[in-house]
């Protein structure tokens, strides 16, 4: 090594090393300017900390602290097999990378996997970070039953540090061609995005179509926020043909709604307008909700000492019935309403519990006329005497050796709710609640403002518990409860008087003392009938990482009976000394099977393979998704993840988390596979 202090250049021979910020340059000659740190490198080999990732090439010239050019460059995080080759790499004529504008440039780039060229360009503009950089991304491969195969190529745009919008061309094979566009903003009182999707002259379905989707949220003054979500589509058909483009869980019912609300001296005010897009089927119709336009409220509450407490609220909405579909039109209305309750804790504390409370629900309707019926008024008040108490006792207790901390909580509810004649008051927001625990220990079944049950009962239940008292975990959990009626029941989800004196007894329980193994059931039985008439059981088996199996058996008499099974398992685990050789990996098989007993077939399912190399990912996965009685789509995914580079294909990440409960991403934050 020489040094030459006039000009301050460093001259080196032989095994040279350079190491800066966790990147390392190895090569037989280099020479560097030190203070400016230009000069070059000849034959280096290189690694960058950030990605994991390296390569070779003929030359580096340093142009700078922040900037360096390398020719006929190599790159790659695989290492070379026995023959020196590599499962992917990167290859470029020449190499520009600025680390202060994080931007890399490769000219005369080709990716190569096993051999095989996947991708070229003249010219390739990439990220050197995690920052967000303008340039064209990854291509998109998907391929479906209903529309072919599709590419799309999209091209992302840095606008500035709060904004940054994205536009994908495609090509659809059966369809013709669509343009995507995403538009995000984010600042310190809003945020918000804006997604289309425009789809003109598809030749299956003969018509232009497209998607909007709006969301945007914000703070005001009086420590106000307000929302507005907005999502429609062209057609009916378009959830069944184009799903993949719609991001609401209820891809035939989607929302349009803006909300807002402020506090005024401890009242909140709130107001809004909800309006949905529902999309019909003929053969297999939904209803549709109301809109609300608007619906204007305030709420408080106000607490004493002694343990009382007193909430109130009052709203007016004006319901609407804009998509009347197949099914019978159903009138508009005005509401205005007022829900009290006022409550005394009497006792509570850690071991006992004691609050009655007197609540009353109040609603006046205007509803307009029908083609059947006159315009009319209705209005009503009911009252609803309530006390519930509840104990929570512990006992230290010893099971099979092992020591826990054993709870018994009962509970006891006692509901008083006088008859009011509903009969002429349509459901605007009111739904049946789910019979489960919770809606047990509930004063009304029901959901929203429209319906009171006249409930006269008491409901008895009991929770015992068996809790490690190392961890806090919950080894072991059994529940037990049932509703005794007073008097008949005129207002039911079903819709017909009840007159048995004992409701269904629910039991449930949940437990995971056999190591890896999670087992959990409920049981709802009908004394009267002697019989069972819903039923959940679900056991998972979770020996460790990336092993997971699970299935769920639930049925509901005279309705439906299925059997729902989910794994992530491994086929086969390379070791770690095999993983650092030739990038050789692992095997993993994924999927979900969704069986109906009832009309015995497979209603939905979702199979696949996962490939962990080490350096590169690959995921095949298959989903069929049941779209009516007599219709499905089958979508195909395939995807190369290339580690420290970037992913090509179509993602199944979204689909293989949704619907594999326990499922594991190979490269997730632990960074054990």
């Not at 609220?313 to 609407?320: G, H, K, L, P, S």
Request: hydrophobic content about 35%; glycine content about 10%; charged content about 25%.
């Amino acid at each position: 090594m020489e040094y030459d202090h006039v000009q301050g250049i460093a001259r080196a021979r032989g095994h040279v090393r350079v190491t800066r910020d966790g990147n390392v340059f190895t090569g037989p000659e280099l020479q560097l300017q030190v203070e400016r740190y230009e000069g070059f490198f000849l034959e280096p080999t290189y690694f960058f900390s950030a990605t994991q990732a390296g390569g070779r090439a003929e030359r580096i010239d340093f142009l700078g602290r922040d900037r360096l050019a390398a020719t006929q460059a190599t790159y790659s995080s695989c290492t070379p097999d026995d023959e020196g080759e590599y499962a992917w790499l990167l290859r470029a004529s020449r190499v520009k990378l600025d680390f202060e504008r994080n931007e890399g440039v490769a000219e005369g780039a080709v990716l190569t996997f096993y051999g095989v060229p996947l991708l070229a360009a003249p010219a390739l503009s990439f990220p050197l970070t995690e920052e967000r950089k303008t340039g064209w991304l990854p291509p998109n491969l998907h391929l479906d039953s209903k529309s072919g195969l599709e590419l799309g190529v999209p091209y992302y745009w840095n606008i500035a540090p709060q904004r940054d919008m994205t536009l994908t061309p495609s090509v659809i094979t059966k369809r013709g061609v669509a343009l995507g566009t995403e538009f995000r903003y984010l600042h310190p009182q809003f945020r918000g995005e804006i997604y289309t999707h425009v789809l003109p002259g598809d030749r299956v379905a003969g018509r232009d179509r497209g998607l909007l989707h709006f969301q945007h949220e914000g703070r005001t003054a009086y420590e106000g926020a307000y929302r507005a979500d907005l999502t429609r589509v062209s057609d009916d058909d378009y959830w069944k043909d184009l799903k993949r483009q719609i991001a609401s869980l209820t891809p035939r019912l989607l929302p349009g709604r803006a909300e807002a609300h402020w506090w005024v001296n401890d009242w909140k005010v709130y107001g809004g307008v909800h309006r949905w897009q529902v999309l019909q089927d003929p053969l297999a119709p939904i209803d549709s909700p109301y809109a609300r336009e608007p619906q204007l409220g305030t709420r408080r509450s106000f607490e004493w000492d002694g343990g009382w407490r007193l909430d109130m609220q009052a709203e007016v909405n004006r319901f609407v019935q804009h998509d009347h579909g197949p099914l019978q039109a159903r009138p508009d209305a005005t509401r205005v309403h007022a829900l009290g309750r006022l409550a005394w804790a009497v006792v509570d504390g850690p071991g006992w519990f004691l609050r009655p409370q007197v609540a009353f629900n109040a609603a006046s309707y205007r509803i307009d006329a029908t083609a059947s019926g006159a315009a009319r008024d209705e209005s009503r008040l009911i009252p609803t005497l309530s006390v519930d108490t509840g104990w929570v006792l512990e006992r230290e207790s010893t099971w099979f050796g092992r020591r826990y901390i054993q709870t018994l909580e009962p509970r006891v509810l006692y509901v008083n709710t006088p008859y009011r004649d509903q009969s002429r008051i349509p459901l605007f927001d009111t739904a049946v609640k789910d019979f489960n625990f919770t809606t047990l220990f509930a004063e009304n079944p029901f959901s929203g403002v429209d319906r009171v049950a006249d409930a006269h009962h008491v409901t008895l239940g009991a929770y015992t518990r068996f809790i490690d008292p190392g961890s806090g975990g919950e080894a072991l959990r059994l529940g037990l409860a049932q509703r005794y009626l007073l008097r008949e029941q005129r207002i039911t989800p079903e819709g017909v008087p009840f007159n048995e004196r004992f409701s269904d007894v629910l039991l449930l329980g949940s437990t995971s003392l056999i190591p890896d193994w999670g087992v959990s059931g409920a049981v709802q039985y009908n004394p009267d009938l002697q019989r069972t008439v819903r039923s959940t059981l679900g056991v998972r088996y979770s020996p460790g990482p990336y092993r997971t199996v699970g299935a769920t058996y639930s049925m509901v008499r005279n309705a439906s009976e299925r059997i729902d099974v989910g794994w992530q398992w491994p086929v086969f685990r390379a070791s770690e000394r095999e993983r650092g050789k030739g990038c050789r990996g692992s095997l993993y098989t994924v999927g979900r099977v969704n069986y109906s007993l009832r009309d015995q077939r497979v209603t939905d399912s979702l199979m696949g393979f996962e490939y962990d190399a080490g350096c590169w990912i690959g995921r095949f996965v298959v989903e069929r998704e049941s779209t009516g009685v007599s219709e499905a789509t089958t979508r195909f995914m395939f995807q190369l993840e290339f580690v420290g580079l970037s992913r090509l294909g179509s993602n199944p990440l979204r689909a293989l988390q949704d619907n594999i409960p326990g499922y594991q991403l190979l490269r997730g934050d632990a960074g054990q596979r």
